[in-house]
């Protein structure tokens, strides 16, 4: 769970009439539904929001929340477990547990599940990179363009983690080899961080961290080596890591998150600096 979250628009009256105010009522004035302005703000579900006000998790005001209860964006003081919910900027940074299936695009020609849809539509929000189709786990999607060319951008050179399940016993040689750089089809790859965290002589499992975005790199790296991947989930982006997000869920990142990213993502010409200017959101 998020400690702040984070509203897209925070304008109450570009709310769609979806909101349950009555006809001739004044939106402004009589505010919103909670369930709907907390679901907006990337808290969960509507269903997973009632849940969380029966269950005593909401506070407005300081009060418990009522389930139906109304309350005045900008002006009503929320909190989800404590944690204050933020509504000053349009931004927004939702952190995904990508399923296996689900395609890191917007659209897709072939009508397969796509990543946009398992977030709030608004504001709209783009995958940062992809992750094959294939592959689990930590997705950011984002409309902050600058902190995406930042993740994206070998020059900035993030550190991608990955949990790879591999048919084989990997060696201490083949560790090696990835700590080295493996020559793929399409060059050199940057020498990797890598470490056994199970093996048997069937299948290991493999933490391998990277900094290039090639495509389908884990797998052929791993692939070249003779250790086929049979599931690959990416566990952290720099210090952002995906807990116990269950697959499918998302939350958003806390202003804290949005800061570390920031500042782990230099270029080489720029100073590493934990308050590196960014926006607040
Ligand atoms: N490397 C891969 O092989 N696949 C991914 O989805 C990400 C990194």
Redo the contacts with the bound molecule.
């Keep these: 769970m998020s400690n702040e979250y984070d509203v897209g628009h925070s304008d109450a009256s570009v709310a769609s009439r979806d909101d349950g105010a009555g006809p001739g009522e004044h939106k402004t004035a009589e505010g919103e539904r909670l369930q709907k302005v907390l679901s907006r703000a990337g808290v969960g579900s509507r269903r997973t929001i009632e849940d969380y006000i029966t269950d005593g998790r909401i506070l407005v005001n300081g009060e418990l929340a009522r389930l139906g209860q109304r309350v005045i964006l900008g002006t009503d003081e929320l909190r989800v477990d404590g944690s204050p919910v933020l509504f000053e900027s349009g931004l927004a940074y939702r952190l995904l547990n990508k399923p296996i299936g689900v395609i890191s695009t917007v659209s897709d020609t072939h009508g397969r599940p796509t990543v946009v849809e398992l977030v709030p539509p608004d504001p709209r929000v783009v995958p940062v990179g992809?992750?094959?189709a294939d592959?689990e786990g930590l997705l950011l999607l984002t409309n902050d363009g600058e902190l995406t060319h930042r993740l994206t951008h070998p020059s900035f050179g993030v550190w991608k983690t990955?949990m790879a399940q591999v048919d084989g016993l990997v060696s201490d040689a083949d560790l090696g080899r990835l700590r080295r750089g493996i020559e793929l089809d399409d060059g050199m790859t940057a020498p990797a961080k890598a470490r056994l965290l199970a093996a048997t002589k069937r299948e290991s499992a493999v933490e391998l961290k990277i900094h290039e975005g090639r495509n389908?790199?884990?797998?052929?790296m791993l692939d070249r080596l003779g250790h086929p991947?049979t599931r690959?989930i990416?566990t952290a982006i720099g210090p952002i890591d995906i807990g116990t997000l269950k697959s499918g869920d998302f939350r958003d990142l806390t202003q804290g998150e949005v800061d570390r990213l920031y500042s782990v993502s230099t270029s080489p010409g720029e100073e590493r600096n934990d308050t590196a200017a960014h926006p607040k959101h």
């Design positions: 992809r992750l094959d592959t990955y389908r790199q884990v797998r052929r991947v690959l990416r």
